[in-house]
């Protein structure tokens, strides 16, 4: 069975740093790109990052480029820098497996997804 766990999550004030990792167990995703996608309350899922299953390939939202970072460090782990936090990215933060090896913002081609961690940055 495949799972995909996020942790990191919590409580910050604006202008700090959280870290999120995600760990996948029950198969490895080696060959997969991987990706952040967060949603706020009352608000639609949105794609904040993606990694390319090697990880010399990464992409970013417009709203967060500049103050995160997607960084992978096997075929098992992926992990969100998230630095100069807003109230504005208050929202539970899934982490994801693509079907595919390049970097992608399209939350279709994500196949496998953890359950989420909240992410709250007080002002």
């Known amino acids: 069975q495949v799972q995909l766990v996020e942790s990191g999550g919590g409580l910050v004030q604006a202008g700090g740093s959280l870290r999120l990792s995600c760990a996948a167990s029950g198969r490895t995703f080696g060959s997969y790109a991987m990706g952040w996608i967060r949603q706020a309350p009352g608000k639609e899922r949105e794609f904040v990052a993606t990694i390319s299953w090697r990880g010399g390939t990464t992409d970013y939202a417009d709203s967060v480029k500049g103050r995160f970072t997607i960084s992978r460090d096997n075929a098992k782990t992926v992990y969100l820098q998230m630095n100069s936090l807003k109230p504005e990215d208050t929202a539970v933060y899934y982490c994801?497996?693509?079907?595919?090896?390049?970097?992608?913002?399209?939350?279709?081609?994500?196949?496998?997804w953890g359950q989420g961690t909240q992410v709250t940055v007080s002002s």
């Open positions: 994801a497996v693509a079907s595919v090896s390049y970097a992608t913002t399209d939350p279709r081609k994500y196949d496998y």
